[in-house]
């Protein structure tokens, strides 16, 4: 027998929106499962009726038909099992259960008593807009690459997409602290072209490097980053976690914008049955966990998000989070010049375009496809070139 | 049109086996898009045809039917391009195409000249043997729970475990550093136990505390239980990143055997035709990220992992990695005592078995439960109590 505990808890509780896969009995079977597998990991039976059976365990809160084989359950845990610290809470909402198949995080109710634990974004939005000094248009965004290219090279791209008026140019995900590509030189020749490039147009461009890196590595490539002048930093929260990405953004050393990248966290939303929503994942995690911009495919481009999983993404990052400030979606992944319009008309103006290697489609090179770029955002979306079209000249 | 490049590369190439979803044709598109996308992520007519070319872009070097519908297909990288960093070793390997259905990591293959920038498991399974001095037998673990439980309940339970002869004792994944478990107190008092036992019983048993944590916090835990006595840490690396959990395993002044936990990474196994293998997931990755330990659900408990799946991650846990050692297999998730003949039959000597709740079934108590797991054991996994049938015994 375990004795009684007086555990002195608040009441306050946030909740998760499951979806979960069986029939009825089956479903209720899981949600109850749930409610222990996340708090307890005990067998209920041998848990004195004290708080820790009334509040520890994870609590049915709503039980709704989704379709003929799928339930959306609510279930709620005290806010004090996770007590402030963005791991433990992903640990609760999505931890020994992300082992079993058929269930899915679909939603968050994140009240202020969990909230006020986060600082969220430093930037988000408007701290965004006033660095790079656009108000009211998308933002523009590019990265510099392939990997392989002469530092020198990547370098010259900064300059090129600065000068043709891309707000934000970030270092392409691969890019890290290679023998053929070192991040310090790197980084000092960058931050240095587009400083160059800035004081020749009279804007504000911004590079943004990737600090992803192993252990002590990380901070100490934003620290660089932000001595060399960066505007930003790139970094890959499914690879280092998403409290390092928290950390950065906490740091009053480096108050850099941070760009969230997907890299290896598909599995999480690519089986329709397990995972976490995109809406989750990329928009609401990524606000408690202090990025400015949220990085994924959109529809029609490489990858295979929906219209509809990409649009919720974007309402995630924007929509109301209490103190917790809104924050840009960048949609990605092999889009064209071409489809500026369309994504302008799907996400509005509070969006990041971020067009890679379609730039360097263009025969007259980066700063002239940069032009181009700037100027088909000013214009609605209006097509001034066609990738597809002039490929074909410079193709070998 | 790009300058052509030198980047002097030795030309030691890894590879990666992927499972590819699709027709031959469908297969092989992918396949080339995967050498792309995990690379140069640029369209590759525009890459000079140099040295990125045929170097730092993926190769395709066979390809394998599986079965009517899924191709087995090995593409190598140069050693270069992750250059010794974990980080960007993941970020290579299922990047940007784990957001793309259809592709599995099912196998690597990892020459001298990637291994030598791992230093791997400090321990493996020879050093935790040497540890608790168990040199001829699997290993005996369970765990302190359930949460909320005071830590002075918690340090007993702590103290009966290792009385009756557990080797090693962990915390439950969800103890942190709740105001109803603060992490130092616990860790101070649940030592002191351990210690207290060890003085009596003449055998040694270790306490590994969780040290999953946010940012500076995962550090600071460790090294505060390394300064308490702890003799393991408790790591969860899919939310803090496993280059965190390397980074532990490789700091000299913490030099403590490394539990790599499961939790949050279920989704990257349970998709049949996304994700990365068991194999690779639980067993080589956590290899080269340092565990000395890896813990999964062993099949027939609460979790579903296949008898084969769970075979998998044994033999990559053990079989030979370079200079890699070996690493204890731990099966848990709901083993009931009843089953060790048959987790010693499946796994050989070379386990640990991991019984967490159904110890607390035993009518006499923790320690009486812990002397018949050691018994039951030493005698080959002979069924010494029940805790079925006892159960409703004690069940309110």
């Known amino acids: 027998m375990l004795a009684p505990t007086t555990l002195n808890l608040s009441g306050e509780r946030f909740s998760v929106v499951y979806h ?29 009726d004290d708080d820790i059976r009334s509040s520890i365990i994870g609590r049915i809160e709503e039980v709704d038909t989704c379709d003929n084989n799928t339930f959306r359950v609510r279930i709620s845990y005290a806010v004090e099992i996770v007590q402030g610290e963005l791991t433990q809470f992903l640990n609760v909402i999505f931890g020994n259960i992300s082992l079993k198949p058929g269930i899915r995080v679909q939603d968050l109710h994140l009240p202020e008593a969990l909230l006020r634990d986060y600082c969220g974004p430093r930037f988000g ?15 523009l965004c590019t990265a510099i690459k392939p990997m ?20 934000i140019i970030k270092d392409d995900h691969g890019l890290t602290n290679q023998s053929f590509s070192s991040y310090r030189e790197r980084v000092s020749r960058c931050t240095a072209s587009v400083q160059q490039a800035n004081q020749q147009s009279g804007r504000v461009s911004i590079y943004a490097p990737n600090v992803t890196a192993p252990g002590e590595q990380l901070f100490e490539r934003a620290y660089f980053a932000k001595q060399a002048g960066a505007g930003a930093l790139l970094v890959s929260p499914g ?22 990248h997907p890299t290896f966290l598909g599995s999480f939303v690519t089986a329709p049955f397990n995972g976490i929503s995109h809406r989750v994942l990329f928009g609401l995690i990524g606000r408690l966990a202090g990025a400015d911009i949220v990085i994924f495919p959109n529809f029609g481009g490489r990858f295979s998000f929906s219209h509809e999983e990409c649009l919720s993404i974007a309402q ?7 103190h917790v400030k809104p924050i840009f979606p960048a949609p990605a992944g092999g889009m064209k010049i071409e489809r500026i319009a369309e994504m302008m008309e799907t996400y ?3 969006v990041i375009l971020l067009i890679g290697g379609d730039l360097h489609r263009h025969p007259q090179g980066l700063q002239r496809a940069s032009q181009l770029f700037r100027e088909s955002v000013l214009q609605g979306g209006k097509v001034l070139w066609q990738s597809d079209y002039l490929a074909p000249t410079i193709r070998q």
């Open 125 to 139: 939005i408007s701290g965004v807009r006033s660095l790079v000094g656009a108000f009211d248009r998308p933002l």
């Open 20 to 48: 979960i896969v069986g029939n009825y009995e089956e479903v209720m079977r899981k949600a109850e499962d749930i409610c222990v597998e996340q708090t307890i990991e005990f067998p209920a039976d041998l848990v004195p």
């Open 239 to 260: 690879i280092v976690g998403f409290d390092r990405m928290q950390a950065l953004a906490d740091d009053d050393q480096i108050a850099l914008p941070i760009l969230y």
């Open 348 to 350: 509005g103006k509070d």
């Open 316 to 322: 995630a990052a924007r929509e109301p989070l209490g």
């Open 148 to 167: 392989g290219l002469p530092v020198v090279e990547l370098s010259r791209q900064v300059y090129e997409f600065a000068l043709g008026g891309v707000d």
